[in-house]
Nanobody, 117 residues
Framework: QVQVVESGGGLVQPGGSLRLSCAAS????????MGWYRQAPGKQRELVAS???????NYGDSVKGRFTISRDNAQNTVYLQMNSLKPEDTAVYYC???????????WGQGTQVTVSS
C-alpha cells in the first residue's frame, strides 16, 4: 500500500510564509505526478499546484506568483512554498500522489493552514 503524509501546516499571519511537505512511501515504483489541493469549509476541493515527473508545474490562478511547488524525485517528496499568504488561503491542504493510469492515486490526510491576525 502507498502512504501519503503531509506536514508543515499551522497558523500564520497575513503576509507570512509556510512550507508544506508531502512524502509518498510504501509500494511506490513510478510516481507520475504529485499535487497539492485545498478545501475550505463548505467549498469544493481545488487544485493549488501540481508537478509532473519531468519537472513541469501547474498552479491555480489564485496562487500564481505566491506559491512554488518543487519535488525531490529520489525521495518521492513534494514541497509547497507559500509566500504572501492571505486569509483566503485558509484551508485544509491535501497532498495527492498519482502513480499511473493503472495504479491510480493516493491522498494524504491533510494539514490545516490558517492565515489570520
Amino acid at each position: 500500500q502507498v502512504q501519503v503524509v503531509e506536514s508543515g501546516g499551522g497558523l500564520v499571519q497575513p503576509g507570512g510564509s509556510l512550507r508544506l511537505s508531502c512524502a509518498a512511501s510504501g509500494s511506490v515504483f513510478r510516481l507520475y505526478a504529485m499535487g497539492w489541493y485545498r478545501q475550505a469549509p463548505g467549498k469544493q476541493r481545488e487544485l493549488v499546484a501540481s508537478i509532473i515527473s519531468d519537472g513541469s508545474t501547474n498552479y491555480g490562478d489564485s496562487v500564481k506568483g505566491r506559491f512554488t511547488i518543487s519535488r525531490d524525485n529520489a525521495q518521492n517528496t513534494v514541497y509547497l512554498q507559500m509566500n504572501s499568504l492571505k486569509p483566503e488561503d485558509t484551508a485544509v491542504y491535501y497532498c495527492n500522489a498519482y502513480l499511473s493510469w493503472v495504479r491510480g492515486d493516493y491522498w494524504g490526510q491533510g494539514t490545516q493552514v490558517t492565515v489570520s491576525s
